[in-house]
C-alpha cells in the first residue's frame, strides 16, 4: 500500500512535468522553438509568487534592488493571477526578443537560443536571491486522506486535476476556436498562413503568452510542495522534455500522460532506494527521463514535425583549415610563453584554458562539423575525470594508460548515448544528452557510494618515467610542467582534429550534418559516421576531463554539473563551434580560463558570468553563427585570396557559361561525341525491378512495378503527376520500404540500406537537387565518391586522365569548381548533382526531375551532356516533365500511372500509345473532372 | 484607366547589391490578366513574392491605388487585397478543406460556398485533409484560399507546377472567369506559354531580371515568333 501512497505522491512532480510540457508543445507547435528554457520560467514564476505573498515585488535583474515592497500580501488569487499575467508577458518578450528575430531559423538553433535564456534566467535568480531554498505557504488543501488503507494527499491530487484540466481545455481550444485552428495552420505552413492574410507572429505571440503562463501555473502551484531552487526547478525541463517527446512535441494528450508517468516511477524509485539497497543510494529518479527518451525514440521514434519555413539558416560555415604549420608553430609559442611569464592564478587560469579547449574542440567535432547538438561533453569530460580516479587511484593503472582508459570510458558512454541520433536527427539529440548529463551527474558524480564522498574522488599527480607532471600545490601551484604537458596534448590534439575536417571522414560529417538523405545517396554510411563523430568527441572530451581532474587533483561533482555543461556549451558556441580556432577560443572564454581569471580579479563575476554568457549565446545564434572566429576567418580568407592574386568575378558571369556548347552546336561546331539514340547495341540487364510495391499506410503509392534496364540504355520513366515516380525511385535506392525483388547487377539489393545500395554501383539525385550549399562544387562533387570507395562494380572511366578532372570537363563544371554551390543558378546546381551522383562511379544512375528549373535549351544541353555520360558506360533511368527531354533522349520510356507500370517501349511507339495519351491527356480517370 | 497595381522601377532579389529582377515595371488593370513569362531563372518568382511582401524589394516601389505598399509586408499587401498563391501551393496539408478555406473567411467577403461554385469538384473534398488531394485539387483550393480574401489584384505562381497538362487547360479559363467575375487583375506565371496567352490580356516576358516584351496577348498569339525569339534570343545572345 506504501508503493501506492508513494506513486499518488508523484503526481506533485508529475504534474509539473505535465504543465511544462504542455507548454514545450504550444510554444513548439506555434513557433517551432523548443524552449529549453521552459523550467527556468516556472522558477521564474515561483519567486515571483514566493515574493508577492511577503509583500514585494522581485525584480529579477542583477545591480537592481532585490525587490520593492507593495504594501502588503495582495492574497493568495491575486498573487497568483499577478503572477501569471507577469509570466504571460514575460513570454511574450521572450518571443519578441529572443526568438522572433530566429523566426526563420533552423529548430537546432531556436533551441540553442533557449538555452541562452535557460542560463540567464537561471543565473539572475541566483544573483538575486541566492540559491537558499524558499518555503511558501500551501495554496491546496494540504489534508492527507486515508481510503482503503492508502493515504492520499490531497494537494498532489488537486494540482494533478487542475492541470489535466488546463490540458483539456487548451485541446478543446486548439480544436475549436478560430485561433486553435490559426495556430496549427500557421504552425504547418509559415508561408500559406502570410499568404493567407493571417499574422504568423500574432500567432505565436498569443501562444508564448499562453505557455508561459501554464509553466508559469507549475511554478505557483508547486512551490508549496518542492523547496524553491533555482537549479532544481530549471532542471524539471529533462523530464518534461521527455514528456513532450513520447507526444511528439505535438500532442498534448500523450505528453500529459507520459509526464505523470514520470513523476510517479521517479516517486516510486525514491522509495525502492530505500528499501532495496542493491539500487544506488542517489540518482535513479533522474535515470527515469534519461530511459524514456531512449526508449521512445529507440522503438517509436519518428522525425518530429517541421514548419514549412520560407528559409532557414545553417549552422555556420566550418573552414577548411589551409595552412597548419603557420597557427600550430605560433600557437604552441604563444601558450609556452604564456605559461612562462605568468605565475599563480594566471599561470592556473592559461593552463584551464588549455584543459577547456579540449572541451571546445569535443564540441566542434561533434557540433561544428558533424551537426549533432551535444549537452554532454562536460559530463563525458567528468566520467573520465571520476573513471580516473578509479583506474589511477582504485586499481594502479600508471600513467599514460590510467588517462587514456578514462577518456576511453567516456567515449564508451558518448558512443551509448549517440545511438538514438542514429535513427533520429536534429533536437532529440540535444534532449537526450541534457538527460544523460543530468542522470550522470545524480546518479554517479552525486552519489556518495560512487563518488568519493564529501572529500571528492583523490587523483593522484601524473608521472612519467620519473618526471613529476603534476600541476604541484602550495607554493609550487601550478607547475610548469603540467602545462607544457597540455600544450602538447593539445597540440596532439587539435592537429588531429585538422586532420579530420581535412579528410574524408571530415568531408563525410560535413556532408551529413547538411542534408543526411543526400549524403546517403552519396554512398556515406550516415549511423556510422554520426556515431565515429560521438565517440572522437567524447574521446576528446574525455582527455579534457582527466587533465581536469589532474588540474584539480580531484574529480568533484561540482565540476561537471549538468548546467555548467550548458554554460560552457554556450562559450563554445560564442567562440565558434564550427571550426578548431573556436575551439581553442573557447578554452579562453571559458570560466577558470585566462580571460575569466583576469577579468574575475578586476571584477569578481560570480553569476554574472552565466548571464553574459546567456546573452552572448542568443546574440551569436541570432547574428553571427561562426561564432567571435567568424569574422577573423573571413579577413583571413580576403587576405588569402588578395595574395593569391584570383581574379574576381561576378558570380553572374558564371551563370549560364556552361551552356556554351550549345552556342558551338547551333553554330555548326563539333558537338560532344554524343551517340544517336539506338546506336549502341544494349548489354546484360544491370537493374532488374520485379513485382516493386510500395504503400504509406493504407496508400499504395506503387503496385507490381516491374522493368529491366540494360547496360548503357538511356530509359525514361515518365507518367502524369502523382503516378509515384519518385517513390519507385526512392524504393529502388533504398529510400522508401518496399516489397518485391530489386536486382542490381544480379544481387538482390531489397532490404539493403541506402549507402550499400550506392557502393553496389548505384548513384542518384533528388528532386529538390539536395546539394550542401556552403560547400564548394568541387566539395560537392567529391562527397560523391565516398560510394565508389567500397568496392563492389563501377564503372570505369580512368582509363586516360583523372576521373574527376573528366567528370568536370564532361559537365561543364570546371570554370565553377571552387564557387559555392549557393551561388549557382539552378541549372548549374542541377549539372552539380548529377556530378555528386557520378562521382561514385555507378552502373546505374536514377535521376529525379533534373531539367526541373531548367529552360527548354538548357533541357537540351542536359539531355546531349546525359548521351555523353552514357558513352562511358553509365545506365541511366531518367525521370522528367519535360517530354520533349525524355522522347529525344531516351533509347526507351516506360510510363507509370497510378503506381503501375501501364507502358514499356521506345519513344515512338510510347508517343503513339493510346494509354499513354489516356494518361496523360484523357479525363477517364483523372481525378480532376470539373462538374461542368 | 488609372492603374489598380503598378511597380515602378522595381528591383527584387535576395541580396542587397545583388538584384534577381532590375527596374521592373508593370501596370495591372482591374479585371484584366497579365501573364508573366520568361525562361527559368529569369526572376518571375521572385518579382512575385516581392509584390505580395513575402520579401523586401531592393528598390522601387509597389503602389496600389497609387499608394506605396511597405517594403517586405505581407500583412500590408494583403490589407491591401494584394494576394499570392506561391508556387509551392503553401496549404495547411493537415488541416481539410474547409478549414483551409474557413480560415481566410471575412466578415461580409467571398463565402466559401462562392469558391466552390468556380471549383465544383472540390465540394465533395470538402471535407478530406488538403494534403490527401490530388495535386489539381490542391491547385484549385490554394487558388480558392486566395479568392476568400476578395482579392483585387491575384497573383498566381506556376499554377501548372507538378500538374498534367490537361489539369491545366480546364484550370486556366477559371483564372479567366475569377477575373471577369470579381474584376481582379490577374498575374499568371506560366510555363505553358500558348495555354497562359490563351486567357491573357496582357504579356510582359522577363529574361535575366530584365523585361524584354510588354504587349497586349494577341500580339503574341498572333506571331509567336516574337515570343520565340524573346527566349531564344536573349539565351543566346547571354551566351556570346
Known amino acids: ?932 | 484607366m488609372s492603374a489598380l497595381l503598378e511597380c515602378r522601377g522595381l528591383d527584387a532579389g535576395y541580396l542587397k547589391g545583388r538584384p534577381v529582377v532590375r527596374g521592373f515595371d508593370v501596370e495591372l488593370q482591374a479585371g484584366q490578366v497579365t501573364a508573366l513569362l520568361g525562361p527559368n531563372g529569369a526572376g518571375k518568382t521572385t518579382v512575385m513574392i516581392t509584390v505580395a511582401g513575402l520579401q523586401p524589394s531592393l528598390d522601387g516601389e509597389v503602389l496600389v491605388d497609387g499608394e506605396a505598399l511597405a517594403r517586405g509586408s505581407a500583412r500590408a499587401a494583403a490589407r491591401k487585397g494584394v494576394v499570392l498563391v506561391p508556387d509551392d501551393r503553401a496549404l495547411f496539408t493537415g488541416l481539410t478543406t474547409r478549414d483551409n478555406l474557413a480560415l481566410c473567411r471575412r466578415r461580409g467577403g467571398t463565402t466559401i460556398d462562392e469558391v466552390l461554385d468556380f471549383f465544383p469538384s472540390l465540394r465533395k473534398r470538402i471535407k478530406v485533409e488538403a494534403g490527401k488531394l490530388s495535386g489539381g485539387e490542391q491547385q484549385m483550393l490554394a487558388v480558392g484560399r486566395a479568392l476568400m480574401l476578395d482579392p483585387r489584384v491575384l497573383l498566381i505562381d506556376e499554377l501548372s507546377m507538378g500538374l498534367a497538362p490537361v489539369i491545366v487547360e480546364e484550370l486556366l479559363p477559371i483564372v479567366r472567369r475569377v477575373a471577369t467575375e470579381t474584376n481582379a487583375a490577374v498575374v499568371l506565371v506560366e510555363q505553358h506559354v500558348h495555354l497562359a496567352l490563351d486567357v491573357a490580356d496582357h504579356a510582359v516576358v522577363l529574361a535575366h531580371g530584365a523585361t524584354v516584351l510588354s504587349l497586349p496577348a494577341a500580339d503574341l498569339r498572333a506571331d509567336p515568333s516574337v515570343l520565340e525569339n524573346a527566349y531564344m534570343g536573349e539565351t543566346s545572345a547571354a551566351v556570346r
Open chain 1, 1 to 932: 500500500m506504501l508503493h501506492i501512497g508513494f506513486l499518488l505522491l508523484g503526481l506533485g512532480s508529475g504534474a509539473v512535468f505535465a504543465a511544462l510540457a504542455v507548454a514545450l508543445v504550444v510554444t513548439y507547435r506555434s513557433s517551432g522553438v523548443v524552449n529549453f528554457g521552459t523550467g527556468a520560467l516556472a522558477l521564474l514564476a515561483a519567486y515571483f509568487y514566493a515574493f508577492l505573498r511577503k509583500g514585494e515585488l522581485l525584480i529579477p535583474i542583477p545591480g537592481f534592488d532585490r525587490s520593492v515592497p507593495i504594501g502588503g500580501d495582495p492574497g493568495m488569487i491575486p498573487s497568483i493571477l499577478i503572477t501569471l499575467v507577469i509570466s504571460a508577458l514575460f513570454g511574450v518578450l521572450l518571443y519578441l526578443v529572443v526568438f522572433r528575430p530566429l523566426r526563420n531559423a533552423a529548430p537546432v538553433a531556436k533551441a540553442v537560443a533557449s538555452i541562452g535564456v535557460l542560463l540567464i534566467i537561471q543565473a539572475a535568480i541566483a544573483a538575486q536571491v541566492g540559491t537558499q531554498a524558499q518555503s511558501v505557504a500551501p495554496i491546496l488543501p494540504k489534508d492527507v486522506v486515508e481510503l482503503f488503507g492508502i493515504r492520499i494527499p490531497v494537494d498532489r491530487v488537486w494540482f494533478a486535476a487542475i492541470i489535466v484540466a488546463v490540458g483539456v481545455l487548451l485541446t478543446l481550444w486548439f480544436r475549436f476556436t478560430r485561433f486553435g485552428l490559426a495556430t496549427r495552420a500557421a504552425a504547418e505552413s509559415e508561408k500559406g498562413a502570410l499568404v493567407s492574410g493571417l499574422s504568423p507572429e500574432r500567432i505565436a505571440v498569443a501562444n508564448w503568452a499562453i505557455s508561459a503562463a501554464v509553466a508559469g501555473l507549475a511554478g505557483i502551484l508547486i512551490a508549496p510542495i518542492v523547496p524553491v531552487v533555482p537549479s532544481a526547478y530549471t532542471l524539471f525541463i529533462v523530464p518534461a522534455l521527455a514528456a513532450a517527446l513520447v507526444g511528439n512535441l505535438t500532442a498534448l494528450g500523450p505528453a500529459i500522460a507520459a509526464a505523470f508517468a514520470i513523476g510517479m516511477l521517479q516517486s516510486e524509485l525514491t522509495y525502492l532506494q530505500s528499501l532495496w539497497t542493491w539500487l544506488p543510494a542517489n540518482g535513479t529518479a533522474q535515470l527515469v527521463p534519461l530511459v524514456v527518451i531512449l526508449v521512445f525514440l529507440v522503438f517509436r521514434g519518428r522525425p518530429l514535425p517541421s514548419r514549412g519555413a520560407i528559409v532557414q539558416r545553417s549552422l555556420g560555415r566550418a573552414p577548411r583549415p589551409r595552412n597548419l604549420l603557420i597557427p600550430a608553430v605560433a600557437g604552441t609559442a604563444i601558450a609556452v610563453i604564456a605559461l612562462l611569464v605568468t605565475s599563480g592564478g594566471t599561470r592556473a587560469g592559461v593552463i584551464f584554458t588549455l584543459v577547456y579547449a579540449f572541451l571546445g574542440l569535443s564540441w566542434v567535432v561533434v557540433t561544428g562539423y558533424a551537426g549533432q547538438i551535444s549537452l554532454a561533453q562536460l559530463a563525458l569530460a567528468g566520467v573520465s575525470a571520476f573513471a580516473l580516479n578509479r583506474f589511477a587511484e582504485g586499481w594502479g593503472v600508471p600513467f599514460p594508460f590510467a588517462p587514456l582508459l578514462a577518456a576511453l570510458a567516456a567515449t564508451v558512454i558518448g558512443v551509448l548515448v549517440g545511438l538514438p541520433a542514429l535513427r533520429i536527427r536534429g533536437l532529440p539529440v540535444a534532449i537526450v544528452t541534457l538527460a544523460l548529463a543530468v542522470a550522470v551527474e545524480a546518479l554517479w558524480f552525486r552519489n556518495t557510494d560512487w563518488n568519493g564522498g564529501l572529500g571528492g574522488a583523490p587523483i593522484g599527480a601524473p608521472t612519467l618515467f620519473g618526471i613529476d607532471l603534476g600541476i604541484g600545490s602550495g607554493e609550487a601551484y601550478p607547475r610548469l610542467s603540467f602545462g607544457l604537458m597540455c600544450v602538447v596534448l593539445l597540440l596532439v590534439v587539435g592537429l588531429g582534429v585538422a586532420a579530420l575536417r581535412r579528410s574524408r571522414l571530415g568531408a563525410a560529417m560535413l556532408a551529413v550534418r547538411a542534408n543526411e538523405r543526400s549524403a546517403a545517396a552519396a554512398g556515406i554510411a550516415v549511423s556510422r559516421t554520426k556515431i565515429t563523430a560521438f565517440a572522437i568527441g567524447a574521446f576528446i572530451a574525455g582527455i579534457g576531463g582527466a587533465l581536469l581532474g589532474y588540474a584539480q587533483t580531484l574529480a568533484t561533482a561540482d565540476a561537471f554539473t549538468a548546467i555548467g555543461g550548458l554554460g560552457l556549451f554556450a562559450t563554445v558556441y560564442i567562440a565558434g563551434v564550427t571550426s578548431l580556432a573556436g575551439g581553442i577560443v573557447a578554452g579562453v572564454l571559458a570560466p577558470g580560463g585566462i580571460l575569466y581569471t583576469v577579468l574575475n580579479d578586476l571584477f569578481s563575476l560570480g553569476y554574472w558570468y552565466d548571464i553574459v554568457a546567456g546573452i552572448g549565446l542568443i546574440l551569436t545564434v541570432i547574428a553571427e553563427p561562426e561564432g567571435i572566429v567568424g569574422p577573423w576567418h573571413r579577413m583571413v580568407d580576403r587576405l588569402h585570396d588578395r595574395f593569391t592574386q584570383q581574379p574576381e568575378r561576378a558570380p553572374e558571369a558564371y551563370d549560364e557559361s556552361f551552356l556554351d556548347d550549345a552556342a558551338a552546336v547551333e553554330s555548326g561546331g563539333p558537338a560532344v561525341p554524343a551517340t544517336p539514340a539506338t546506336a549502341a547495341p544494349f548489354g546484360d540487364v544491370v537493374l532488374r525491378v520485379d513485382g516493386l510495391g510500395v504503400r504509406y499506410g493504407g496508400v499504395v503509392a506503387v503496385e507490381d512495378a516491374s522493368f529491366d534496364l540494360r547496360e548503357g540504355e538511356i530509359v525514361g520513366l515518365i507518367g502524369p503527376n502523382g503516378a509515384g515516380k519518385t517513390t519507385l525511385v526512392d524504393a529502388i535506392t533504398g529510400f522508401a520500404p518496399s516489397t518485391g525483388r530489386i536486382e542490381l547487377l544480379g544481387r538482390d539489393v531489397a532490404g539493403v540500406k541506402p549507402h550499400r545500395r550506392m557502393w553496389a554501383g548505384m548513384g542518384r539525385t533528388f528532386q529538390g537537387i539536395e546539394l550542401y550549399e556552403d560547400l564548394t562544387v568541387e566539395e560537392n562533387v567529391s562527397v560523391g565518391q565516398e560510394a565508389g570507395r567500397h568496392g563492389g562494380p563501377h564503372t570505369d572511366w580512368s582509363q586516360d586522365e583523372d576521373y574527376m578532372a573528366r567528370l568536370f570537363r564532361v559537365l561543364k563544371l570546371d570554370d565553377v569548381r571552387d564557387r559555392p554551390v549557393r551561388e549557382l543558378s539552378q541549372g548549374h546546381k542541377q549539372l552539380v548533382s548529377v556530378a555528386r551522383a557520378l562521382a561514385g562511379r555507378p552502373r546505374v544512375i536514377l535521376l529525379d526531375e533534373p531539367a526541373s528549373g531548367l529552360d527548354s535549351t538548357e533541357s537540351a544541353w542536359l539531355g546531349r551532356r546525359l548521351r555523353a555520360v552514357r558513352d562511358y558506360g553509365v545506365t541511366i533511368l531518367l525521370i522528367d516533365h519535360d517530354m520533349g527531354l525524355v522522347l529525344e533522349v531516351c533509347d526507351r520510356v516506360v510510363v507509370l500511372d497510378l503506381g503501375t507500370v501501364i507502358a514499356d517501349g521506345p519513344p515512338a511507339v510510347i508517343r503513339a500509345d493510346p494509354k499513354v495519351t489516356a494518361a496523360y491527356l484523357g479525363t477517364t480517370h483523372s481525378p480532376v473532372v470539373t462538374g461542368s
